[in-house]
């Protein structure tokens, strides 16, 4: 009978490591769900992307600004966009490469990039902040939004938990001229 116990043990246990295998073994999880490495920086020899999307107040269509600043291990990309449907006023791609992507998404892994939480009722932040600016901190890789968690200046709902000002410092300091590039920018 013992025998028998120990069997039956031993078959739960089994069970139990399967099954925790084949969820993935309980990585972090982002906003949309997907599995996001514990480290940002495991992702710099990969294709993935980091994306800072700023999105000015809700106006008319012609006044509309956005800046999107996208970062991966062979480019750094400057994106300005008129109105809602992004008309591109400008885009410039500058070179990079994998060890200087390593150290920026080590240098966004200590302002906490990943740091982030979904909201019930709030699963996008359209229409919020609406005389303020929104934030967008994005991970794509293959095409797939492994994060999207987002901010605005107006305080209160946000997905976003890590250090806006240190990252948004960061996403600027990978364009040359960002200065220049954003001076008619009113963000």
């Not at 991970?139 to 107006?154: A, D, P, V």
Request: aromatic content about 12%.
């Amino acid at each position: 009978m013992r025998y028998f116990i120990g069997y039956i043990i031993t078959i739960g246990l089994l069970i139990v490591l399967i099954l925790f295998l084949v969820s993935g073994g309980g990585g972090k999880k982002s906003g949309h769900g997907a599995a996001v490495p514990k480290l940002l920086n495991s992702y710099a020899y990969t294709d993935a992307e980091v994306r800072l999307v700023l999105d000015g107040p809700i106006n008319a269509d012609e006044n509309h600004q956005t800046i999107d600043i996208t970062v991966d291990s062979l480019d750094a990309t400057y994106t300005q966009t008129q109105g809602y449907d992004g008309t591109v006023v400008n885009s410039q791609t500058f070179p990079n490469t994998q060890n200087s992507y390593y150290a920026f998404l080590t240098a966004l892994m200590q302002e906490d990039y990943t740091a982030g939480t979904s909201l019930t009722g709030f699963n996008s932040d359209t229409g919020l902040c609406p005389l303020g600016d929104r934030y967008n901190f994005e991970i794509i890789q293959n095409g797939q939004m492994l994060q999207n968690y987002w901010s605005t200046t107006c305080g209160g709902v946000a997905t976003f938990k890590g250090n806006i000002p240190s990252t948004l410092d960061l996403f600027e300091a990978q364009i040359p001229n960002y200065d220049s590039l954003s001076a008619s920018v009113a963000l």
